[in-house]
T-cell receptor
Framework: DAGVTQSPTHLIKTRGQHVTLRCSPI?????VSWYQQVLGQGPQFIFQ???????GRGNFPDRFSARQFPNYSSELNVNALLLGDSALYLC?????????????FGDGTRLSIL | DQQVKQNSPSLSVQEGRISILNCDYT??????FLWYKKYPAEGPTFLIS?????DKNEDGRFTVFLNKSAKHLSLHIVPSQPGDSAVYFC?????????????FGTGTRLTIIP
């Protein structure tokens, strides 16, 4: 079975631009979460969606938004890119919601802002 | 405010010996803890988890110990193998957050010496 797939794998943008990152969860998984990992740090929670509804939001500015589609895939959008948005963006899926449900991560999208 | 801390950025262990990775947390609302392993250019992979109602969970070569009074957990790998060389992240979640947000530590890079 295919794992969590993310696209693109690498992306280079300039300050002020907009970016859309995409995630396809494991087949049958209905929950998708997004994390940002900057160099030398652990992943930081951005959003969780379940059944197309936002279930949680981390401490990120309104420039960050996301949505989940009827097929449970998800997009993360970032507007007005800043140099500090350079990071690895990880998507994770889980079958159902509930503390203790392991989240399965994709390999991430490496975003570089020039 | 780093709520989950991994104070050892790196650890080297001889093949066949025990590897012990440590993690401390400050938020007493955390009631579920997970360990993830990450290879370069890949997403984190779920290893093992423990609920706060337990003090030990074992899965093959991996055992996680939880000391709630000390707000401390550890991951034991016995025996250590070269394929265990990776970055290990401790993560925590809380059932009353209303979502499955994972709070990660900064990671420990484990190197197994053949």
């Amino acid at each position: 079975d295919a794992g969590v797939t993310q696209s693109p794998t690498h992306l280079i943008k300039t300050r002020g631009q907009h970016v859309t990152l995409r995630c396809s969860p494991i087949s049958g998984h209905k929950s998708v979460s997004w994390y940002q990992q900057v160099l030398g740090q652990g992943p930081q929670f951005i959003f969780q969606y379940y059944e197309k509804e936002e279930r949680g939001r981390g401490n990120f500015p309104d420039r960050f938004s996301a949505r989940q589609f009827p097929n449970y895939s998800s997009e993360l959008n970032v507007n007005a890119l800043l140099l500090g948005d350079s990071a690895l963006y990880l998507c994770a899926s889980s079958l159902v919601v509930g503390v203790g449900q392991p989240q399965h991560f994709g390999d991430g999208t490496r975003l570089s802002i020039l | 405010d780093q709520q989950v801390k991994q104070n050892s950025p790196s650890l080297s262990v001889q093949e066949g010996r025990i590897s012990i990775l440590n993690c401390d947390y400050t938020n007493s609302m955390f009631d579920y803890f997970l360990w993830y392993k990450k290879y370069p250019a890949e997403g984190p992979t779920f290893l093992i988890s423990i609920s706060s109602i337990k003090d030990k969970n074992e899965d093959g070569r991996f055992t996680v110990f939880l000391n709630k009074s000390a707000k401390h957990l550890s991951l034991h790998i016995v025996p250590s193998q070269p394929g265990d060389s990776a970055v290990y992240f401790c993560a925590a979640s809380a059932s009353n957050f209303g979502n499955e947000k994972l709070t990660f530590g900064t990671g420990t890079r484990l190197t197994i010496i053949p």
